[in-house]
């Protein structure tokens, strides 16, 4: 079997309509080279080459990702820095600290606009369907891809809804059972989200615009750019960046599961369709429990997450029940080539690790060193 670049064929346009996407074939993509999603490269000479292959497609996707990281953390310590001098009171730090976060998210989107324009600025990056790859390794550019497209419905739109109640209220049943025995998990980020949520243009940021630019990054720009290595893959690994980028233990473990559901839905669907979703959890959801707690207090509080709670968890039973089966068919059909998640170890990979993980322990420490 030779690894040589094949030429594309045009999939079929036609998204998925009638069938769910966990009962139907799933939409494949056209393979950059003559390996199967799940097919090993066979002789030396064929595993090294894509070792290299996988390498490069990692490190230009995690490379954008990378700096778009780095803006948000230069540029956010220097707007916070200043605010902390600046701001003669509490309220006024948290009136500033959400337009400083609008100002610096909106430069971060904007470079990632620049650098990945032939692809963000088209329909078919927002909507799904079948587009042309202009971005990637020479193999790969010109080639016919197909990433969405499915039809949403009103009831797999109830089946998504279900599994952000689902998320959200296991991380509040978790979050309550650890206070029950004393272990109390600290969250720097949602704390100071919360605190200053109240004020417009924190609402605006962790509602609205936040939601957007973490889509078009993590769903639109990086799980498209690793999707040549398998669906399962870019899923996975998408969600993964998108937990660290959180920054906090308790953020990115309920970020890492949020993650999944607006990976497959990006993937299968489309971005807009993630992007609804993910705005709907933070502003419905996360805003309410941040209204309800500040107007009505520890009560209100309390009723909101018993609510959440008991929606969540039923909603969990019943998708799992009737859609666990035809999940774990889409596993085994998007499986990526044994050895793909060793990609994991690229540099850019690595680095974005390190530093994540620096800073999340940093905001812990200072956290609970008041």
């Not at 009171?89 to 430069?107: I, K, N, T």
């Not at 963000?120 to 550019?141: C, K, M, S, V």
Request: with cysteine; aromatic share 12%; net charge positive.
């Amino acid at each position: 079997m030779n690894i040589t670049t094949t030429k594309p064929q045009r999939p079929a346009l036609e998204p998925l309509q009638s069938q769910s996407v966990l009962t139907a074939q799933p939409l494949q993509p056209q393979q950059p080279v003559s390996v199967s999603a799940s097919e090993s490269p066979e002789s030396p000479e064929q595993r090294k080459w894509w070792r290299g292959w996988r390498r490069r497609v990692i490190n230009r996707a995690m490379g954008v990702t990378l700096i778009y990281q780095m803006i948000l953390i230069i540029l956010g310590s220097a707007a916070l820095a200043f605010l902390a001098f600046t701001s003669s009171s509490r309220d006024e730090y948290f009136r500033g600290q959400g337009v400083a976060s609008l100002a610096v998210v909106l430069v971060a989107v904007g470079f990632l606009t620049i650098v990945r324009r032939r692809d963000i600025l088209t329909r078919e990056f927002w909507l799904g369907g079948a587009h042309t790859d202009t971005y990637g390794e020479p193999n790969q550019l010109g080639h016919i891809s197909q990433y969405g497209g499915a039809r949403m419905t009103p009831r797999w739109a109830l089946v998504f809804l279900a599994l952000a109640f689902g998320v959200q209220g296991v991380r509040m049943a978790i979050t309550w059972g650890l206070s029950q025995v004393g272990v109390d998990l600290v969250s720097p980020a949602l704390e100071s989200i919360s605190e200053a949520s109240v004020t417009v243009s924190m609402w605006l940021y962790a509602g609205l615009i936040g939601p957007i630019c973490e889509e078009v990054l993590f769903r639109g720009v990086l799980m498209k750019e690793l999707k040549p290595l398998g669906k399962n893959f870019a899923i996975v690994t998408s969600a993964l960046i998108f937990a660290l980028f959180h920054q906090d233990l308790v953020q990115s473990t309920y970020a890492f599961a949020m993650g999944l559901v607006l990976g497959f839905i990006a993937m299968e669907y489309s971005l807009i369709w993630a992007i609804a979703l993910h705005v709907f959890n933070n502003a419905v959801l996360g805003g309410l429990s941040a209204g309800i707690t500040h107007y009505f207090g520890e009560t209100g509080d309390a009723a909101f997450m018993w609510a959440i709670i008991a929606i969540g968890l039923i909603g969990l039973i019943i998708v799992f029940a009737k859609y666990g089966k035809g999940l774990t068919e889409y596993q085994r059909a998007n499986r990526s080539v044994k050895g793909t998640y060793s990609g994991w170890a690229s540099w850019t990979f690595i680095v974005f690790v390190a530093i994540t993980l620096a800073s999340a322990i940093f905001s812990y420490v200072s956290a609970v060193m008041g």
